[in-house]
């Protein structure tokens, strides 16, 4: 029983490692720059999007962050739901 217990529980560790892994490598921060120069000229730049990741540990900047709470669905960035994301890391008051 004990054997079964320990084996469910370090497959379950596996299996969110991997998806962590996962959501690390989807990373991409800046838009490429054909995507950049499609934009009309009195648009301003978008420099980030939605790619998959939703975690602080995946943000490179406060303004990212800022940028994926505002803009992108089942992000994991705000714990104690002030508005401000990734306080510990990014965002400091």
Partial sequence: MFRLVLLVLLG??????VEHYQDKRQATTVAPAADLALQAPNQPA????????????????????TYFLKNCPGVKMDGNGDGVPCEQQWCRP
């Fill in 46 to 65: 978008q420099l980030f999007r939605c790619d998959g990741r939703k975690y602080c540990s995946q943000m490179t900047s406060c303004a990212e962050a």
């Fill in 12 to 17: 379950l560790v596996a299996w969110k490692g």
